[in-house]
């Protein structure tokens, strides 16, 4: 341990004793063959290394053998990762290099195969391996768990080479391919080498193919894969152009725009339940319904699947694909669909209410209903009376006229005979009548009593659904978990930074980083809706770091935006008005006791959109009015805001020193500047213009430098003073004597 102190390499242990995880790193210094034979040598000693990283020391090259090195490496035998990035290692089969990187491979693979129970990590990248060779080490060497083998122009027959690999692992569960050539055939072999291998579907949970020209077709084969997929956690696409066919046929040169593939890709993804991260940038999807399309599955998946980080950037996504993305996020949606659910019941249950005095109206109305059908039943009644009445009559004279004799009697028995059968007739008629009109009169009411007892149910349906839908919406709402989101370098506009900022406004969950950077909706009111969710205080997530690149620490949710560290709003084509926005954001929120660094470079903040006016220096000076009460700004950019007029650059000059310099009245300090800053860039800003200004602003800055110096030694020659020395209280025992030459005296 002390050798190889001595000699420059740092071997982590406790005073040369070693820890539980001793690590050897010694990585980008031109360690070359020679320095490696030396590490060979003391890995013979058996040293108990966990981790070894050599990474970037061109140890090898075309010609150059490393086979001692690598066997040297069977000697650890307590090693878990081996990092061998960035050497320049040749390893190929082909016949003319066969026999020139034989011993190389087989020191190799010896070296491995030792460790096949305690090594895990291989990183191989930016090297010249082939896949033969990767095919040889994962057969070699079953219990891998991360391989990396980017950046090493492994091409289609590689990728065959590598599945046959995969096929015979065990235990990978990371798998890194990216910056390769890795085409259709290669990218369908290995996809199917982890489908059909139960162990390594069951365990993969990266991998990244970014950089490697897939096409619409590798499209198809990942999307198969991660439909299938139960274990992936994240899937890197980076530059994979999966949104266009790429030629197979030698005589067809151009590729054809098809991006059924990437869409397929983000459908399948709804069937894997546990991948969280996904990354589909620079795959360029010009089209706009397409890219709307893509937003709205990814919306959906970050709000009803598992998604947590999300990486469109570059893809020409424009302002309806950001508008539909951010719909399916932002906390006015659920308002939107809350009042759009409680519209339809209203609208329903009125249309039932509707329904049912029509149904009223209409069995009122009815022949036989409730008004008609008794009116008839009394008629009946009374007709029947009328005739019971006449035959009673008739009977009575029938009997009378027998017992006066004024009849004979057989003659008035045949008359009182027929009387009592035409009553009994008329009273079954009647009867029968009457039923039968009873009868019509209940199946009325009996259909009555049902159509309102449908719509009383079909009330309690919509009543019910509603309730649902909204448990569902409360339901997607407690479960969207997106924490990163990368969008910037796409084409979206004001109407997407709009839909953006209720995204922060309202937004209810732990969203983290955002990226809007490099787009095109720098103008006064975009910046203001933007400006107006980074200041307002009604954001209920933990957004802690906006850089247009928005990061975050993930801080409680009571100190939201007061947590704001860092803001870079470079290259944005913000104008003059847009700096005046900002500036009065940041003034006058919690952001001026937090924030550290403010990126403004590559924008206009000088030149504004008048036709009367070419430029203003009014946005800088709300900017440095800002600066001025920041309590913990350590780094502001403004470089690449070129100023035009020379007058305007020497008020902002001023600008700059009332914030960052100590302002004198009559020979002593009348303002002791608060903010911390460390770092001013204002390069190519024509800052300042003219040598007074210059020499002012160089003044007022080594009064302040000199100011913060004295106090730290008063703090430190007075350790045990019941007050701190605070450079904002100018009832300090500080005084700076003289207005131009800067000298200080303590009193």
């Not at 890709?265 to 589909?280: E, F, K, Q, W």
């Not at 996020?329 to 039932?352: C, N, P, W, Y």
């Not at 103008?523 to 928005?550: D, E, F, M, N, Q």
């Not at 024509?686 to 106090?711: Q, V």
């Amino acid at each position: 341990v002390d050798h190889l102190t001595i000699h420059g390499w740092h071997l982590c242990g406790d005073g040369g004793r070693f820890t539980s995880q001793p690590q050897l790193r010694y990585c980008h210094r031109g360690l070359g063959l020679r320095g490696a034979n030396h590490f060979a040598v003391h890995f013979r000693d058996h040293l108990p290394l966990v981790e070894l990283n050599l990474a970037g020391n061109e140890m090898g090259s075309e010609g150059v053998d490393l086979s001692v090195f690598f066997m040297s490496i069977s000697h650890l035998r307590h090693i878990t990762s081996l990092n061998m990035s960035g050497n320049n290692i040749v390893m190929d089969k082909e016949k003319n290099m066969r026999s020139k990187h034989a011993t190389l491979q087989a020191s190799l693979l010896m070296g491995l195969r030792t460790h096949h129970r305690s090594l895990r990590h291989v990183n191989l990248s930016h090297n010249r391996i082939k896949g033969a060779i990767v095919e040889a080490i994962l057969k070699s060497n079953n219990g891998i768990e991360d391989l990396d083998m980017s950046n090493n122009s492994l091409g289609n027959e590689d990728g065959v080479a590598m599945a046959r690999g995969i096929a015979m692992s065990k235990h990978l569960k990371a798998l890194r391919l990216c910056d390769n050539k890795l085409g259709t055939i290669g990218v369908y072999a290995i996809a199917a080498a982890i489908r059909n291998n139960k162990r390594v579907r069951a365990r993969l949970t990266s991998l990244d193919l970014g950089g490697n020209p897939l096409g619409k077709q590798g499209a198809d084969a990942i999307a198969e894969l991660v439909s299938g997929n139960s274990s992936l956690l994240e899937l890197r696409l980076r530059s994979c152009e999966l949104a266009y066919r790429l030629p197979t046929e030698i005589d067809k040169l151009m590729k054809e725009y098809d991006a059924s593939g990437l869409l397929k890709i983000t459908g399948c993804l709804g069937y894997n339940r546990s991948l969280t991260a996904v990354d589909l940038s620079q795959n360029a999807c010009p089209n706009e319904m397409d890219g709307k399309r893509l937003s709205d599955q990814l919306g959906r998946l970050a709000t009803l699947g598992s998604l947590t980080d999300i990486n469109i950037s570059r893809m020409q996504l424009q302002d309806e694909a950001i508008e539909c993305f951010c719909s399916h996020l932002f906390e006015g949606t659920r308002f939107v669909a809350l009042r759009a659910l409680e519209k339809d019941m209203q609208h329903s249950l009125l249309r039932i209410d509707e329904d049912i005095r029509e149904e009223e109206a209409h069995y009122v109305e009815l022949e036989y209903g409730p008004v008609k059908g008794e009116k008839h039943i009394q008629a009946m009644k009374a007709r029947f009376e009328v005739q019971q009445e006449e035959l009673r009559t008739h009977r009575n004279a029938a009997e009378c006229g027998i017992k006066q004799k004024r009849v004979l009697p057989e003659h008035g028995e045949a008359e009182l005979n027929r009387v009592r059968k035409l009553e009994d007739q008329a009273f079954v008629r009647f009867k029968k009548q009457l039923t039968i009109m009873e009868e019509q009169c209940r199946s009325e009411d009996l259909r009555h009593d049902t159509r309102l007892r449908h719509f009383e149910e079909k009330r309690a349906t919509v009543q019910e659904t509603y309730a649902r839908e909204k448990r569902v919406l409360h339901t997607v709402r407690a479960r969207c978990s997106l924490t990163a989101l990368n969008i910037e370098g796409n084409a979206f506009t004001g109407v997407g930074a709009c839909a953006l900022s209720k995204l922060l406004l309202r937004h209810n969950v732990t969203l983290a980083r955002l990226h809007i950077g490099g787009n095109v909706w720098g103008r006064s009111k975009a910046l203001s809706t933007i400006g107006s969710a980074i200041g307002g205080s009604h954001y209920p997530g933990v957004l802690t770091r906006v850089t247009t690149t928005l990061n975050s620490a993930g801080l409680p949710l009571h100190r939201v935006w007061a947590s704001m560290v860092e803001l870079d709003l470079s290259n944005c084509r913000l104008v003059c008005n847009d700096a005046c926005v900002l500036g009065n954001v940041l003034k006058h929120s919690e952001h001026r006791h937090c924030l550290e660094r403010l990126n403004l470079s590559k924008n206009f903040l000088w030149h504004t959109t008048s036709d009367r006016v070419r430029g203003d220096p009014s946005g800088f000076n709300e900017l440095f009015g800002f600066v001025k009460v920041a309590e913990r700004l350590l780094e502001l950019d403004v470089s690449y805001n070129f100023i035009e007029s020379s007058k305007d650059a020497d008020s902002v000059c001023l600008a700059i020193g009332r914030a960052l310099g100590v302002m004198m009245f009559k020979g002593k300090t009348h303002y002791l500047p608060i903010c911390p800053l460390q770092r001013l860039s204002m390069e190519q800003c024509g800052l300042p213009a003219s040598k007074d200004a210059h020499d002012i602003l160089l003044r007022n800055l080594e009064r302040t430098w000199a100011i913060r110096f004295f106090h730290k030694t008063l703090e430190k020659a007075w350790p045990n003073r019941s007050e701190k020395f605070d450079p904002r209280d100018t009832r300090m025992p500080l005084t700076i004597v003289g207005r131009t030459d800067g000298d200080i005296a303590l009193q």
